[in-house]
């Protein structure tokens, strides 16, 4: 049993509720703790909550990072109404209490790293012994519409905390654009998710329809009937379970001060991922688990 410490923006982007509804429909891996961070966090973890609820994770526990006032609420009717069933916790308190508890556990960064950077300044000792797989950053390509690597939006929303990561810890797994950006599940695999899924997948479904319908920001929209978003983050698990179906190189990453990614292979212990061998898989993969 893989066990996961994650640290999410969901309820931005809707990438982060496929990959979270991903994690917890896969029987091998037991998310221990959640973060809710960025944005108007406590809106966030009640999502958290509720799919949790949906998956009957009752042990996890979920806490609330620092509240940015910059929010947005696209998923806001998804829980209104929604009876909180797990305790929430400071983002501190929840996060060093799964790490002293669970040393094995696996980090993993699906948004901007400013909360998690926080804390990990305070507790560098407990951090640097679990390793981190983050999603940010753009090596040799850009976003899908873009011809080049440019800024990144987690990495734009978390420079100096970035780079603080990047500075002081080694085991850091970076999943950029390169491998994630062209994750869209359309077609048959779409349909089949439509017509009949799990809990969880219908949770995801029912969030996309309402994320669909408010979203207003930079993420590209695609037709909620016929196709998912990108979803990115959903690479950050599937790089966790199946490391051998990327490729990568290591060395030191940095962040540049308009965010974008300088990766100099050789020169550090950062591991990138610059290519997924085999992408239908994936897809296949979140499928397979969600239907």
Not at 9 to 30: C, F, K, M, N, Q
Request: contains cysteine; proline residues 3%.
């Amino acid at each position: 049993m893989i066990k996961v410490i994650l640290d999410t923006d969901i309820g931005d982007d809707i990438d982060d509720t496929w990959a979270v509804a991903y994690l917890l429909s896969r029987p091998d891996v037991e998310i221990v703790h959640v973060g809710a961070t960025t944005g108007e966090t406590s809106y966030k973890a009640k999502i958290l909550d509720r799919l949790f609820a949906i998956a009957k994770k009752e042990s996890a526990t979920i806490s609330v990072g620092i509240y940015h006032t910059d929010g947005v609420h696209p998923q806001e009717d998804w829980v209104k109404g929604w009876n909180q069933k797990h305790k929430f916790s400071t983002y501190e308190e929840g996060m060093k209490n799964a790490l002293e508890k669970y040393p094995d556990a696996k980090i993993l960064l699906l948004g901007p790293s400013n909360d998690f950077s926080a804390f990990a300044r305070k507790h560098l000792d407990l951090v640097s012994s679990h390793s981190i797989c983050y999603m940010a950053g753009a090596v040799k390509k850009g976003y899908i519409n873009e011809s080049a690597p440019g800024a990144e939006s987690n990495l734009v929303r978390s420079i100096d905390a970035s780079n603080w990561l990047f500075d002081h810890l080694e085991d850091i797994t970076l999943i950029p654009l390169d491998v994630c950006r062209d994750i869209i599940i359309d077609g048959g695999l779409y349909q089949r998710l439509c017509e009949g899924c799990s809990p969880l997948g219908q949770a995801v479904l029912e969030n996309y329809r309402v994320w669909d319908a408010s979203y207003v920001g930079g993420a590209l929209k695609y037709d909620e009937k016929s196709s998912s978003s990108i979803l990115y983050d959903v690479a950050v698990p599937y790089a966790l379970l199946y490391p051998e179906r990327f490729e990568f190189a290591t060395g030191r990453i940095e962040a540049t001060n308009d965010g974008k990614t300088v990766f100099r292979e050789g020169q550090g212990k950062h591991k990138v991922a610059l290519n997924l061998h085999d992408l239908e898989t994936l897809k296949e993969e979140v499928i397979e688990c969600l239907a």
